[in-house]
């Protein structure tokens, strides 16, 4: 089934290029169903490559998709064209009376700075409070996951001795809707700076974690109350996405168990491809079954779906 998305967003030209279904606007309305309407809170700093990863994912579901790209209200991001945030994103702001089946909330270049110094952490406070009363499920992504963790259950993140870079592997720990399918054992691309402590988190009752790595900690954790769940990597990298990270930054942190013998100069193979396209499907999944069929129910006011 198609995820609607802007006629003119970059991603629609790379998605009907993969065999992604893109749906126009006047299609969308010929169509009698709801479809689930998905907000992004896109903190990344390539916005139209996470866009583009993210909205492939959404897209390769069953289920038709309409994907709302949100930014923070007044953060002026520096590395995408102020136009084309213009043209695509809207502020928390102008939407914060609207409700969602499903809200991302992406990783952020910030992670090494405690929480309480970046810029926006008020208004991001804001928003995870807000996905209590107006989102059915959230799902954050790396920093983001972090970021709702500290907030919601006061887990601390811990700086890492060096950058945490390479696909690893992770092992499935406990039975869930959200791992329908998975391998006992699967790969994962890892990127980031810090890290949440196992045994923190295992001391907080009120989160379950479903994956985890030995050698990179939790992965994908379950948080019931808030209707949310956390993944600390980034099941929706494309396969050159970590070689473009370690070009970027001159060469200087080399991911491991990614590129053939360790070689740059030679093409990674992607090994997560398929487990990203389950999370992603299972997540979609879950909130269809359980979403209230009248949109103005969801959040504190939910009903279950007919």
């Not at 491991?256 to 396209?277: C, G, I, M, T, V």
Request: net charge negative; charged share 25%.
């Amino acid at each position: 089934m198609p995820i609607k998305i802007p006629d003119d967003l970059p991603a629609r030209l790379a998605l009907e290029k993969e065999g992604v279904i893109v749906m126009g606007e006047t299609d969308a309305i010929r169509q009698d169903i709801r479809p689930l309407r998905i907000g992004l809170l896109n903190l990344m700093p390539n916005k139209i490559s996470t866009e583009t990863q993210l909205a492939r994912l959404l897209g390769a579901t069953p289920l038709q998709i309409e994907l709302h790209l949100v930014r923070i209200t007044d953060h002026v991001p520096r590395h995408t064209s102020a136009d084309h945030m213009e043209a695509f994103y809207r502020p928390w702001s102008d939407v914060s009376a609207e409700r969602f089946d499903g809200f991302i909330i992406t990783g952020a270049p910030v992670e090494r700075m405690p929480f309480e110094e970046v810029r926006y952490w008020p208004e991001l406070c804001s928003i995870l409070d807000w996905t209590r009363t107006h989102v059915h499920r959230c799902l954050t992504i790396c920093w983001g996951a972090q970021a709702a963790l500290y907030y919601f259950h006061g887990v601390p993140k811990q700086e890492l001795p060096a950058k945490a870079t390479g696909v690893f592997r992770h092992r499935v720990l406990t039975p869930s809707p959200y791992l329908r399918g998975f391998s006992d054992v699967f790969d994962v691309p890892v990127s980031r700076w810090t890290e949440v402590c196992p045994d923190t988190l295992d001391a907080t009752s009120a989160v379950q974690v479903l994956a985890s790595s030995e050698q990179t900690g939790p992965c994908v954790v379950d948080d019931p109350t808030h209707r949310a769940l956390h993944v600390f990597n980034h099941f929706e990298y494309d396969s050159t996405t970590l070689a473009d990270e370690y070009h970027r930054d001159g060469g200087t942190y080399l991911p491991q168990h990614y590129f053939p013998d360790d070689n740059p100069h030679l093409p990674p193979e992607n090994r997560w491809r398929s487990h990203a396209h389950m999370l992603f499907g299972n997540w979609i999944n879950e909130i269809y079954q359980s979403t209230p069929f009248d949109i103005a129910n969801i959040g504190s006011k939910e009903t279950p779906r007919r």
